[in-house]
């Protein structure tokens, strides 16, 4: 009888220690949003596959401008970051179920987005630019497109906002074929997005042309978050404010397009 009662006994004592420590994450007051901003490693998603925001370089390396502002705030924050590639087309899937804990892909924000997730401060900034050879001296605004050859990609955004300005719209594949008609004379502009036209100009060297006019409608964009990630959100734009204030991420804008696109 006493040998049961001291097996009872041990066993009671057994269940309360494991109940005790089953609840230690509540008794700290401690939440799921609070676990994941104290994780050691951040899981990151991202395309691999989208110059010069996250693609491989010639050596294989993952870089590009998100993940090199990624990797340095994960930096300053004292966590590793493990990046997880996906095609775009399954991406916020992936952060719905949880397999990231953001989104770093260039994710422009609007109210569709809004409604459903959180995003940190920008890092990003973009616009509609007109260009155009670099001896031009007739066109410096979007009025001033009336009338002109303009070379767009059929389905894009850019080619109705020329459209919609009176040029004359000349068919292309891309942005590439775009300046090659404006440096042949066969075309007198382009709308375009600024960060590709800034990539374009920096990776070709190309001094033939020229950015004229920007327009004010600015597009921003932001690492992407599950809603209920307030502490992970407020660490990340911590170290996002931090690095704007000591130079670093004017830094690594310039590193990549040439000049700072990650202010106004």
Same mark, same amino acid.
């Given at each position: 009888m006493k040998k049961l009662y001291l097996s009872l006994l041990a066993a009671t004592l057994l269940f309360l220690l494991a109940a005790c420590g089953g609840n230690q994450d509540n008794a700290n007051g401690k939440t799921d949003s609070q676990d994941a901003a104290e994780k050691e490693v951040l899981k990151v998603g991202t395309e691999g596959t989208y110059a010069p925001f996250t693609f491989h370089n010639e050596e294989g390396e993952l870089t590009g401008y998100d993940v090199e502002v990624i990797k340095e705030v994960a930096k300053r924050m004292g966590v590793e970051v493990e990046f997880m590639e996906t095609q775009w087309d /399954? =991406?916020?899937a992936g952060l719905n179920s949880n397999r990231f804990d953001l989104i770093a892909n260039q994710v422009g924000i609007n109210e569709e987005r809004l409604a459903?997730? !959180?995003f940190s401060n920008p890092y990003t900034y973009s616009s509609s630019v007109i260009v155009t050879k670099a001896d031009n001296n007739d066109i410096n605004t979007f009025e001033e497109l009336?009338?002109?050859k303009s %070379?767009? /990609?059929l389905t894009s955004n850019y080619g %109705?906002? *020329?459209e919609e300005n009176g040029a004359e719209i000349v068919g292309v594949e891309g942005l590439a074929q775009s300046i090659e008609l404006i440096k042949q004379g066969r075309a007198e502009v382009t709308v375009n997005d600024k960060l590709a036209v800034l990539d374009y =100009?920096?990776?070709q060297n190309d001094k033939n042309v020229k950015i004229v006019a920007e327009s004010d409608d600015v597009s921003e964009m932001a690492f992407t978050f599950n809603k209920g990630n307030e502490e992970l959100i407020e660490k990340v734009n911590k170290q996002l404010e *931090? =690095?704007?204030e000591d130079g670093t991420l004017t830094k690594i804008s310039e590193e990549w397009f040439g000049e !700072?696109? /990650?202010a106004k």
């Amino acid at each position: 009888m006493k040998k049961l009662y001291l097996s009872l006994l041990a066993a009671t004592l057994l269940f309360l220690l494991a109940a005790c420590g089953g609840n230690q994450d509540n008794a700290n007051g401690k939440t799921d949003s609070q676990d994941a901003a104290e994780k050691e490693v951040l899981k990151v998603g991202t395309e691999g596959t989208y110059a010069p925001f996250t693609f491989h370089n010639e050596e294989g390396e993952l870089t590009g401008y998100d993940v090199e502002v990624i990797k340095e705030v994960a930096k300053r924050m004292g966590v590793e970051v493990e990046f997880m590639e996906t095609q775009w087309d /399954s =991406m916020f899937a992936g952060l719905n179920s949880n397999r990231f804990d953001l989104i770093a892909n260039q994710v422009g924000i609007n109210e569709e987005r809004l409604a459903n997730y !959180d995003f940190s401060n920008p890092y990003t900034y973009s616009s509609s630019v007109i260009v155009t050879k670099a001896d031009n001296n007739d066109i410096n605004t979007f009025e001033e497109l009336k009338g002109k050859k303009s %070379a767009q /990609s059929l389905t894009s955004n850019y080619g %109705a906002i *020329a459209e919609e300005n009176g040029a004359e719209i000349v068919g292309v594949e891309g942005l590439a074929q775009s300046i090659e008609l404006i440096k042949q004379g066969r075309a007198e502009v382009t709308v375009n997005d600024k960060l590709a036209v800034l990539d374009y =100009m920096k990776t070709q060297n190309d001094k033939n042309v020229k950015i004229v006019a920007e327009s004010d409608d600015v597009s921003e964009m932001a690492f992407t978050f599950n809603k209920g990630n307030e502490e992970l959100i407020e660490k990340v734009n911590k170290q996002l404010e *931090a =690095m704007k204030e000591d130079g670093t991420l004017t830094k690594i804008s310039e590193e990549w397009f040439g000049e !700072d696109v /990650s202010a106004k």
